[in-house]
């Protein structure tokens, strides 16, 4: 239910109603869309107050969010691959991706970006898998299974079972990123919470581990194509 801004309301916002919504919450999309979350009974005005009473906060989330979307934008015809930079090439009748050195050959037409989010999947396989052994390897753990996934949010997860499960995003971030990341899901083998052994065993492991999940709660918005 989209709510169009006012004089007292900078913001235009969507309402959603949720049976599970205990309380009011407010999300900020990467595209600039915010949303307000209310529970089924709770009367509609509470939508505005809450975006009243958070608006600084909404501010620089959209702030952020241009931001981010500027980052993407100034690429032009290149993608991020673990720090690196890849010149995009179009060429007519290809319809598989192929890296050779610094170009990536992409198919020419609507069908590019397809292409290349399944050429980041193959390569995500490959470059975690490499990563995990290792970690395992070095930390004397053990894994059942690995998963590449698309999620929104999650970059990583670990089950009790040992099954692990990564985002093929983070291949758009630096690689000490990636690291981090692989590193804090092998960490959950030994401890499956966030308690003060776990963070010990993280910075051990990856001494640098505030930076780079600062590094990526601050650029989520740019892994994208």
Not at 1 to 20: F, I, K, N
Not at 79 to 105: F, H, I, K
Not at 125 to 148: H, M, N
Not at 156 to 161: N, Q
């Amino acid at each position: 239910m989209p709510q169009p801004a006012d004089q007292a309301t900078l913001h235009s916002y969507d309402v959603r109603r949720s049976d599970r919504a205990r309380r009011v919450r407010i999300t900020v999309d990467r595209d600039g869309t915010v949303e307000v979350v209310l529970p089924q009974r709770m009367p509609l005005r509470a939508a505005e107050e809450a975006v009243q009473e958070l608006r600084p906060w909404i501010d620089r989330r959209l702030a952020e969010a241009g931001r981010q979307r500027a980052a993407v934008l100034a690429r032009g015809d290149t993608l991020p691959y673990l720090g690196q930079t890849l010149n995009v090439c179009a060429e007519p009748g290809r319809s598989r991706v192929t890296r050779r050195g610094d170009t990536l050959l992409v198919p020419d037409g609507a069908d590019a970006r397809d292409a290349i989010e399944r050429w980041y999947r193959r390569m995500a396989r490959d470059e975690f898998r490499t990563r995990l052994d290792l970690a395992c390897a070095i930390g004397g753990f053990s894994y059942t299974r690995l998963t590449i996934r698309d999620q929104r949010t999650r970059w990583g997860s670990c089950s009790r079972g040992g099954a692990m499960s990564f985002n093929w995003r983070l291949l758009l971030a630096p690689e000490p990123v990636l690291d981090y990341v692989v590193w804090h899901e092998v960490c959950h083998l030994a401890f499956m919470d966030h308690s003060p052994r776990f963070w010990g065993l993280v910075a051990r492991y990856c001494p640098d581990h505030r930076e780079q999940a600062a590094w990526l709660r601050r650029n989520a918005g740019t892994l994208v194509l």
